[in-house]
Nanobody
Framework: QVQLVESGGGTVQAGGSLRISCEVS?????VGWFRQAPGKEPQFVAA???????IYGDSVQGRFTISRGGAKDTVVLQMNSLKPEDTAVYYC???????????????????WGQGTQVTVSS
């Protein structure tokens, strides 16, 4: 069984930076971040495998960086040049370890964290 625990988040001014983390326990393969703003559909942000190879959503490419490592298998999302439209609840999600193909679809991720709020003020 995989468990995901997010930490970090908070409020930052536009143009600032923030880092959120996801501590992964159990045998997880690809780990990704999704976000959901009020009244909007969930959106793919980024994902990483053990390679570590990464993929990003178009709206965050070049501004966000996902990384993975540490004794506790922690996945970190470093968010720079933040914009008000980045405001959302950010969720960590993981695919089973046998699934090795990257996906940007929520339904491909079996395990989910509780979410952490990121607010960017203008």
């Amino acid at each position: 069984q995989v468990q995901l625990v997010e930490s970090g988040g908070g409020t930052v001014q536009a143009g600032g930076s923030l880092r959120i983390s996801c501590e992964v326990s159990g045998r997880a393969g690809i780990v990704g971040w999704f976000r959901q703003a009020p009244g909007k559909e969930p959106q793919f942000v980024a994902a990483i495998n053990h390679g570590p190879n990464t993929i990003y959503g178009d709206s965050v490419q070049g501004r966000f960086t996902i990384s993975r490592g540490g004794a506790k298998d922690t996945v970190v999302l470093q968010m720079n040049s933040l914009k008000p439209e980045d405001t959302a609840v950010y969720y960590c999600a993981a695919r089973p370890s046998i699934e090795t193909v990257f996906s940007r679809e929520r339904r491909q991720y079996r395990y989910w964290g509780q979410g952490t709020q990121v607010t960017v003020s203008s």
